[in-house]
C-alpha cells in the first residue's frame, strides 16, 4: 500500500476518505516560504540551546544527532496559526469527533530536526500510551508533521507504515511495508495515531527539520504538558480558539477552575 498524496485544493472528502484507507496522506502545497522561514527563526533561540547527543543506545526512543524542542505554542505565534489549519480541523472533525463530541485538543507540540548520522527510530502507534485499548483501537490521535525542509529517504523522513492502523497488536511490520514519506518543503503528513511510524535514518550531509503537532479526544490527558508550557500568563495573549485547543476549556465536566472562571455560567 503506498503513502497517498494530493494537493492542498484536493476536495475534503477525497483526503478523509484515503486517509481512511492507508492510515496516512501527504498534503503538498500547504505552508509556503514565508511561513517556513518564520518557524525557524521564532524556534531558532529553542532550538540553537538544545544539546544534541552524539551517541545513543538502541532502546532509546529518541535517537542521537537529533534536536527536538516543544512548548511551541508558548514559542512560535507561526505554529499557533497552522494548528488551527483548515485541513486539519477538517481531519480531527471526521477522525476525532465521533468519539469526542464535545471536541479535541492539542495532544503534543514538537520541532524535530534528525541530523547527518542520526538512526532510524523504533516504530511506534501515538495511541501506545492508552494500553487500556488493545490495538486496533478506536481513532483517539489525529498527527500532522509539517515540512519545514524537503524530508527524503536519505535525510530522516518519517517512516509510515501504511495499512497498519488497521493491524492488530501482534503483527510486526515487515521491511518492505515499512515507506519514507518523501515530501517537499511546505508539506503536511498526517496519520491515524493507530499507525506504525517513527523518524528515519539520516545518511544524507543535511538536516531535516518538522514541526509535529497531534492532536487528542477532548476527554484524554494530554501527552505534552500545555498547561506547563503554556502557563496562563502566556495563554491569556493568544486568541480564544488556539487557547480552547490547547486545553483552556472545558470538555463536558472536565477541566474547570473556579478560581480562574474556566467553566464557569454567567448566571
Ligand atoms: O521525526 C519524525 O519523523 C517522527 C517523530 C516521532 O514519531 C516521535 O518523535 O514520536
Not at 64 to 82: E, K, P, Q, W
Not at 139 to 154: C, E, G, H, K
Not at 205 to 227: A, F, H, K, M, P
Amino acid at each position: 500500500m503506498a503513502i497517498p498524496s494530493f494537493s492542498a485544493d484536493a476536495p475534503m472528502a477525497e483526503l478523509g476518505d484515503a486517509l481512511d484507507e492507508a492510515g496516512c496522506l501527504v498534503v503538498t502545497d500547504a505552508l509556503d516560504e514565508h511561513g517556513r522561514d518564520r518557524i525557524r527563526k521564532e524556534l531558532a533561540p529553542h532550538m540553537e540551546v538544545v544539546r544534541v547527543a552524539e551517541t545513543d543506545s538502541p532502546e532509546d526512543f529518541y535517537p542521537g544527532r537529533t534536536r527536538r524542542s516543544s512548548a511551541l505554542i508558548a514559542r512560535s505565534d507561526t505554529v499557533g496559526d497552522i494548528t488551527l489549519d483548515p485541513h486539519t480541523t477538517a481531519l480531527c472533525d471526521r477522525f476525532l469527533t465521533p468519539n469526542s463530541e464535545f471536541g479535541y485538543q492539542l495532544h503534543v507540540t514538537a520541532a524535530l530536526e534528525v541530523g547527518p548520522g542520526a538512526r532510524e527510530q523504533v516504530l511506534h502507534r501515538e495511541e501506545d500510551s492508552f494500553t487500556f485499548f488493545p490495538p486496533p483501537r478506536p481513532n483517539m490521535i489525529l498527527a500532522s508533521m509539517w515540512a519545514v525542509t524537503d524530508f527524503r529517504a536519505d535525510n530522516g523522513g518519517t517512516l509510515l507504515v501504511p495499512g497498519s492502523h488497521k493491524w492488530p497488536a501482534e503483527r510486526e511490520a515487515q521491511p518492505d511495508e515499512v515507506l519514507s514519506a518523501e515530501m517537499p518543503a511546505g508539506s503536511v503528513l498526517y496519520w491515524l495515531g493507530g499507525l506504525l511510524h517513527g523518524a528515519g535514518a539520516n545518511t544524507s550531509n543535511d538536516w531535516r527539520y518538522g514541526v509535529i503537532l497531534t492532536y487528542s479526544l477532548g476527554w484524554l490527558r494530554q501527552e505534552e504538558n500545555q498547561y506547563l508550557d503554556v502557563p496562563p500568563e502566556v495563554a491569556a495573549n493568544l486568541r480564544p480558539e488556539l487557547q480552547k485547543m490547547i486545553g483552556y476549556g472545558m470538555y463536558r465536566a472536565l477541566g474547570f477552575s473556579l478560581d480562574r472562571r474556566v467553566g464557569v455560567r454567567p448566571d
